[in-house]
């Protein structure tokens, strides 16, 4: 059996912008991996609210950068074979002032802490998939003021997450080719938006590690 870890923000938790809770288990993007890859896979969701990739959140806590839990997260569920990585559209927030280039080298940090890991198999690294976050469409939205001048940025997020892929060597998704972020708050995924991603994701994953067995 294969293990996939995916570690991600509010999108990978199952946040929907709709009733602002959680979609059922079911629905989820991860669960719709989980289904398409079959038992041969073991897949671990590991979403946070408000994760960013390497930053702490001055307003919501130290605790929402994805750089603090990481190892801890990674030891947790070892051996892992591949960790699907999507982060960034949090790194966006106006609070931070960063731009598309600095989050891009913020999740070629998380990368590279993967790949000098000893926590895949037979204390190897975990292979990484990186995924280039949806670009954000939050003009006139209720995050508006939050994640201001956040749309224009993330659009470029996928051209520069592909140079990180690049140049780390590992496996590379841009999601904005799959789906588009929801309408609704202009940054979390609509319930149509799920099946495709998951469907996409899935067949990365395969591409990374073909022919698992039982």
């Known amino acids: ?31 719709v991996l989980a ?6 896979y073991l897949v671990i969701p590991e979403g946070l609210n408000g994760r960013t990739t390497v930053w702490p959140d001055p307003v919501e806590g130290e605790h929402k950068s994805g750089k603090t839990y990481l190892i801890p997260c990674l030891e947790s569920h070892y051996p892992l074979d591949l960790v699907v990585l999507m982060l960034g559209t949090n790194d966006l927030k106006h609070r931070f002032g960063l731009s598309a280039g600095d989050i ?12 000098s890991s000893a926590f895949g198999p037979a204390g190897a690294a975990p292979k990484v998939l990186l995924i280039a976050p949806p670009p954000t469409y939050v003009d006139g939205t209720m995050f ?3 994640f201001a001048g956040a749309d224009e940025k993330s659009a470029d997020l ?4 592909s ?12 999601a904005g080719q ?8 202009g940054i979390h995924f609509a319930a149509d938006a799920l099946p495709r991603l998951g469907a996409a994701v899935a067949a ?11």
């Open 1 to 31: 059996m294969k293990t996939v870890l995916c570690y991600g923000d509010s999108n990978t938790w199952g946040y929907n912008p709709q009733s602002q809770d959680r979609y059922p288990l079911e629905a989820r993007w991860v669960s």
């Open 35 to 40: 289904r398409a890859l079959g038992p041969e």
């Open 104 to 115: 891009a080298y913020a999740a070629a940090t998380l990368v590279g802490m993967i790949q």
């Open 144 to 146: 508006a003021d939050m």
């Open 158 to 161: 996928g051209k520069r997450y």
């Open 163 to 174: 140079l990180v892929a690049q140049e780390n060597g590992c496996a590379f998704l841009d």
């Open 178 to 185: 799959v789906i588009q972020s929801g309408r609704l708050d």
């Open 204 to 214: 990365a994953v395969k591409q990374v590690l073909p022919g698992a067995r039982g």
